[in-house]
T-cell receptor, first 117, second 109 residues
Framework: GAVVSQHPSWVICKSGTSVKIECRSLDFQATTMFWYRQFPKQSLMLMATSNEGSKATYEQGVEKDKFLINHASLTLSTLTVTSAHPEDSSFYIC?????????????FGPGTRLTVL | GQNIDQPTEMTATEGAIVQINCTYQ??????LFWYQQHAGEAPTFLSY??LDGLEEKGRFSSFLSRSKGYSYLLLKELQMKDSASYLCVPSDSNYQLIWGAGTKLIIKP
């Protein structure tokens, strides 16, 4: 149980284009999903917290107009990187929290490796 | 401030036992998670401790002492596939997970 999928696994795009990443909880309902970014040999950095049916909460320094998050259902959240630039190249990972309490475990998707040329 | 202290890297032999220590300082505390992360992959959940003591799950065990701000992950009967980074992740008073760089564990035959 507690399987989270992400699509695509990797994407290469040209500078200035937009890229959408999907995160799905396959066998449970996730009231809350999280989006992280990880640069090589660095720790995970939380970008935003997404609650179903409401606006995402972004961490300090993360541009909400650049990283659009939609959590339209209890099993799907999407992250759109708008007008991507080479510095946005990174490993983007989503997680979904099973259950409704804060102490419930976050289960991670396999990640999406984004390369912006 | 919030801080996690783990060894940067450890080496162990296949079949042996290794203990990865973690000390943490957080604003409040709501439990501690251990995750495994293989290179180039996303983290996978290993364990969660909220009360003091030892939680055993197969070859992996995790211990917590809240008063000492200390946890360890114990891996037994090491296998080559256990080569990965191990992340000690406390949850603070706002239930935010605090992520560090983890411990890179290298298993040698």
């Amino acid at each position: 149980g507690a399987v989270v999928s992400q699509h695509p696994s990797w994407v290469i795009c040209k500078s200035g284009t937009s890229v959408k990443i999907e995160c799905r909880s396959l066998d449970f309902q996730a009231t809350t999903m999280f989006w992280y970014r990880q640069f090589p040999k660095q720790s995970l950095m939380l970008m935003a917290t997404s609650n179903e049916g409401s606006k995402a909460t972004y961490e300090q320094g993360v541009e909400k107009d650049k990283f659009l998050i939609n959590h339209a259902s209890l099993t799907l959240s999407t992250l759109t990187v708008t007008s991507a630039h080479p510095e946005d190249s990174s490993f983007y990972i989503c997680s979904a929290r099973e259950g409704g309490t804060h102490t419930d475990t976050q289960y991670f998707g396999p990640g999406t490796r984004l390369t912006v040329l | 401030g919030q801080n996690i202290d783990q060894p940067t890297e450890m080496t162990a032999t296949e079949g042996a036992i290794v203990q990865i220590n973690c000390t943490y300082q957080t604003s409040g505390f709501n439990g501690l998670f251990w995750y495994q992360q293989h290179a180039g992959e996303a983290p996978t959940f290993l364990s969660y401790n909220v009360l003091d003591g030892l939680e055993e799950k197969g070859r992996f065990s995790s211990f917590l002492s809240r008063s000492k701000g200390y946890s360890y992950l114990l891996l037994k009967e090491l296998q080559m596939k256990d080569s990965a980074s191990y992340l000690c992740v406390p949850s603070d008073s706002n239930y935010q997970l605090i992520w560090g760089a983890g411990t890179k564990l290298i298993i040698k035959p």
